[in-house]
C-alpha cells in the first residue's frame, strides 16, 4: 500500500512559479516510479511528467517542457513539480500518481489556479 499526500498547489499569476509537492508513506518509495498529472474542468487527467525510481530519467507532456521540471528526493519519500513561467492553461487540480502491483495510487489532488 502507497499513501501520497500533495501540497503546493494556490492561485498565481500567469509568469509566476509554484512548486508541488507529494510525499509517500510506506517503505517502498525509492522502487516505484512516479508521476504527475492534472484534470482540468471538463477534461480527462492527463500526465504531466514522469520520474524514474532513481530520478535519472524524467519525461514531460509537450505542453509544459521547459518549463516544469520533476525531481524526487528518496530519503524524504517525496517528489517534486516545479512548475514555472505558468500560463492559465495551466489551472488544474494536480496529482501525484504511482502504480504498485499493478494498482493505481493517487493523492487527494492540490488545486493550482493561474490568473491572466
Known amino acids: 500500500q502507497v499513501q501520497l499526500v500533495e501540497s503546493g498547489g494556490g492561485l498565481v499569476q500567469a509568469g509566476g512559479s509554484l512548486r508541488l509537492s507529494c510525499t509517500a508513506s510506506g517503505r517502498t518509495f525509492s522502487s516505484l516510479a512516479m508521476g504527475w498529472f492534472r484534470q482540468a474542468p471538463g477534461k480527462e487527467r492527463e500526465v504531466v511528467a514522469a520520474i524514474s525510481r532513481r530520478g535519472a530519467i524524467t519525461s514531460y507532456a509537450d505542453s509544459v517542457k521547459g518549463r516544469f521540471t520533476i525531481s524526487r528526493d528518496n530519503a524524504k519519500k517525496t517528489v517534486y513539480l516545479q512548475m514555472n513561467s505558468l500560463l492559465p492553461e495551466d489551472t488544474a487540480v494536480y496529482y501525484c500518481?504511482?502504480?504498485?502491483?499493478?494498482?493505481?495510487?493517487w493523492g487527494q489532488g492540490t488545486q493550482v489556479t493561474v490568473s491572466s
Open positions: 500518481n504511482t502504480v504498485l502491483s499493478g494498482r493505481n495510487f
